[in-house]
Each structure stands twice: as C-alpha cells, then as structure tokens.
Nanobody, 124 residues
Framework: QVQLVESGGGSVQVGGSLRLSCDVSRYTFTPCVGWFRQAPGKQREGVAAIYPDTTDTLYHDSVKGRFTISRDNAKNTVYLQMNSLKSGDTAMYYC??????????????????WGQGTQVTVSS
C-alpha cells in the first residue's frame, strides 16, 4: 500500500506556528489528502482535508480559523499551516489519502496510506 510521508513537526510555544508537509509523490494520481492527529490515550481525529483537484477543504471545528490546508500539485505536497497553536494541539500528526475524492467526514477509517507521523508539541 502506498504510504505518505509527513514532515515539519517540532516544539513551539503557545501562540506559535508550524507548517507540516505531506509528500504524496508516491501516488500516480492526485488523491484527497487529510491531516489527522492523535494524542496519547485519545482516538485519532481528523483535522483537515483537501479535495484532489479543487481548493475545497474540510476542517475540524477546533482548528477553523487557525489551521489552513493547501496543496501544491506540482510539488506533490500538501501542507498544513498551523497558527495560534494551543497546548491542546499537542499530538502526533499524520496525513493519509482517500480516493477517488474526499469523504463526507474526517473519519479516519475512510483514509489510508498512513505514514509514520510527525510530532507537534506546544508548551506554555
């Protein structure tokens, strides 16, 4: 199964910003890509998703207005710009794909191609 590759995580203070990248070059077509996160002891939750060939996006309510998902198809990369970070955003972040298009919800079971994840730690 094709796996995506995440990068860009790190440690920041509350109110800071990070940009995560998801390499989708292993796909021979343009999939829907979602970003997810999982904190210790919690279920994996969908954060955002972007449709294959449009700018249409989906966001979890908790990140609306703070996070922005975007894609550069020429670079086979999907980004997650995270601003105004909160301690509650601390988690391992993953990207995954859905085909042929984005599902109606950010339920992780609809996505596949999970990578190893990238850790985001927000401290006060």
């Amino acid at each position: 199964q094709v796996q995506l590759v995440e990068s860009g995580g790190g440690s920041v203070q509350v109110g800071g910003s990070l940009r995560l990248s998801c390499d989708v070059s292993r796909y021979t077509f343009t999939p829907c890509v979602g970003w997810f996160r999982q904190a210790p002891g919690k279920q994996r939750e969908g954060v955002a998703a972007i449709y294959p060939d449009t700018t249409d996006t989906l966001y979890h309510d908790s990140v609306k207005g703070r996070f922005t998902i975007s894609r550069d198809n020429a670079k086979n990369t999907v980004y997650l710009q995270m601003n105004s970070l909160k301690s509650g955003d601390t988690a391992m972040y993953y990207c995954a794909a859905a085909v042929p298009s984005c599902p109606v919800s950010l339920y992780f079971g609809y996505f596949h191609g999970w990578g190893q994840g990238t850790q985001v730690t927000v401290s006060s």
